[in-house]
């Protein structure tokens, strides 16, 4: 990753109480590294936090192509803050946060204080997506739990931190190969899989790629925790790359988005087996026809 440590760009979020989670989903979704809530009386700031590898007015972009459908939301302010050791002050936001029957999702900082029984998944929450907290990542870690079998060859698109992948692995997965359409995220991801969470460089294959462009791979079980529009556009390839079998989770998407990829499933050689719902947010599993 690019030296660019010396400032963060930020972007304010205003918005009436009680959108709390909505505001929240939003800043995680436009790849931000880190946010701040403030309620005030009837209304809540959101300060979302964004790298300077790029300028503001490109992460504006990205955060308003999700800001589109929230009523009553509006950017109350913008600028630049320099030299905010983030990765200390806000290690306290990121608590152990069980997942499933037996994952926990835990910061580097919390390790030991994982429940007995609970498999830790380390992520130290940094600038890729996925630190575990966001519902749509929570979804297909539950259906993780139920679907993979040890042994399964796993595909992780869209991979972010890899956290799906680390998990997937840590459960019993030969082989996981991640892929990313960020380049940047490439570092982290090894990162976390490697140094904090000690599995063998072999067992991740983690390149970038645009969905399953060049994907040369057959898996047991595919991974796909990105939006219903990528979804869409990734699911006429999913069957193709499955073994008899095979089995494919999809999540990123809103329950009237589900809705509408549940149903053009089957015309694409998959079946519905399972479905879970956190707040807005479902997790679909499938399996090959």
């Known amino acids: 990753m690019p030296k660019t440590d010396d400032f963060w760009w930020y972007i304010t979020l205003s918005g009436p109480a009680g959108m709390e989670d909505a505001l929240s989903s939003v800043a995680e979704d436009s790849g931000c590294i880190g946010s701040l809530t403030t309620s005030r009386g009837d209304s809540v700031d959101l300060q979302v936090y964004y790298r300077a590898n790029q300028d503001l007015g490109e992460w504006l972009k990205v955060l308003n192509t999700y800001l589109e459908p929230l009523d009553g939301v509006t950017i109350s302010d913008m600028g630049k803050i ?9 290690m306290d936001a990121f608590p152990p946060l069980n997942v499933g029957e037996h994952l926990v999702v835990m910061a580097p900082w919390h390790a030991g204080k994982e429940e007995s029984g609970r498999l830790p998944v380390f992520i130290y929450p940094g600038s890729a997506f996925g630190t575990g907290y966001h519902q749509s990542t929570q979804a297909v870690l539950t259906l993780l739990e139920r679907y993979l079998k040890k042994g399964d060859a796993v ?8 956290i799906l992948s680390i998990a997937a692995l840590k459960m019993g997965a030969a082989i996981a190969y991640a892929r990313d359409l960020d380049p940047s995220v490439v570092d982290e991801a090894v990162r976390n899989t490697l140094e904090l969470n000690g599995l063998p460089q072999e067992k991740l294959d983690i390149a970038v790629g645009d969905l399953l462009k060049g994907f040369d791979h057959k898996v047991d079980l595919l991974m796909a925790n990105i939006l219903f529009e990528p979804n869409k556009a990734l699911l006429p390839d999913v069957a193709a790359v499955l073994n008899d079998g095979g089995r494919a989770i999809f ?5 009237a988005e589900g809705e509408q990829f549940k149903a053009l499933l089957e015309q694409n050689g998959l079946r519905l087996i399972d479905e879970v719902h956190f707040d807005d947010w479902c997790g679909l599993a499938a399996e090959k026809i």
């Open 82 to 90: 320099e030299n905010r050791p983030w990765h200390t002050e806000w």
């Open 155 to 162: 595909a992780d698109i869209g991979c972010g931190s890899a």
């Open 251 to 255: 999540s990123g998407m809103v329950n």
